[in-house]
């Protein structure tokens, strides 16, 4: 079981339920937060200036809301719930979050990452918004696939290793999931309170399951949202730092250069209002 921490993102507070000390991947997906629910007025929403990236995909998926996503390739989309913005960064991307200045209601989300293997994060960034997700049915959970495969549902996102994503929405009572037993999987309570295997968890929590499970044994009260994660374990050490997942501390410290240094042919301008991030000081002495 695996408590979120509190983060701040822009001018969001988000639970934080992955990476955590105990835990830093799950698959390749090696974070997740969790923001709202809040509400979207004529002041604000999301807004998270333009920022870089590297080493990662990064997944939106939305239970309520809009949000507006812009990019350094030139992309602008509007997501709304039950869709993905999939973002590829490659050796170098930038992106920026912002309200779509007409929606006003309730926000809700969750941001995801997927680490990169060495065969694919050097290589370009890609932008892909997929409209549609396929749905399926399970034992009287309804899933909505994010990424991968659950029972006969297939998503047609890019996936650079083996990986599921899926929002479970379970009706009041018990659900047995199918897991796929090469993968490692955990679920993340979104909504609601479930019971993995006879256990509590409580909303914004974790339940880790490791490898080589077949089922897992759900029960809901009175019904939940839940997010599936899984992939083959991710067999790279990799070092994350501010918005960067890279394999080595120099890796790292060049790419904040090149961000703070102003390199538009890696992390290109997005026309957006919004003001760039800046890079943190990097939490070691730099080797010169
Ligand atoms: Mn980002």
Do not use: K
Not at 25 to 34: E, K, Q
Not at 99 to 124: E, F, H, I, K, N
Not at 165 to 170: D, H, I, M, V
């Amino acid at each position: 079981m695996l408590e979120p921490r509190e983060a701040h993102v822009g001018t969001m507070t988000v639970q934080r339920a992955l990476p955590r000390r105990q835990r830093r991947t799950v698959g390749a997906w090696c974070f997740v937060d969790l923001f709202g629910p809040a509400s979207v007025t004529e002041q604000g929403g999301v807004d998270i200036g333009p920022h870089p990236h590297m080493g990662l995909h990064t997944v939106t998926y939305l239970l309520d809301g809009q949000v507006l996503h812009r990019d350094s390739l030139g992309s602008e989309q509007v997501i709304r719930p039950g869709q993905v913005n999939l973002m590829t960064a490659g050796r170098g991307v930038v992106h920026a979050e912002e309200p779509t200045g007409s929606y006003r209601g309730v926000m809700q989300g969750v941001q995801l990452w997927v680490a990169q293997p060495d065969a694919t994060r050097d290589g370009d960034a890609d932008f892909t918004h997929l409209a549609q997700l396929p749905q399926t049915s399970v034992d009287g959970a309804e899933v909505t696939v994010l990424v991968g495969t659950v029972a006969d549902a297939v998503s047609p996102a890019r996936q650079d290793t083996p990986l599921v994503g899926a929002e479970l929405r379970l009706e009041a009572g018990d659900c047995d999931l199918p897991l796929e037993p090469s993968y490692e999987h955990a679920l993340v309570v979104l909504q609601g309170r479930v019971l993995v295997e006879g256990r509590p968890v409580e909303r914004t929590r974790t339940a880790y399951l490791g490898v080589g499970r077949t089922t897992v044994g759900l029960s809901s009260p009175e019904g939940a949202r839940v997010l599936l994660l899984g992939g083959e374990p991710f067999g790279e050490e990799l070092l994350m730092w501010w918005n960067f997942v890279g394999r080595s501390r120099d890796e790292v410290a060049q790419a904040s250069r090149d961000w703070e240094g102003g390199d538009d042919d890696r992390f290109g301008p997005v026309a957006t209002a919004l003001a760039r991030v800046p890079a943190p000081d990097l939490p070691w002495q730099p080797r010169n």
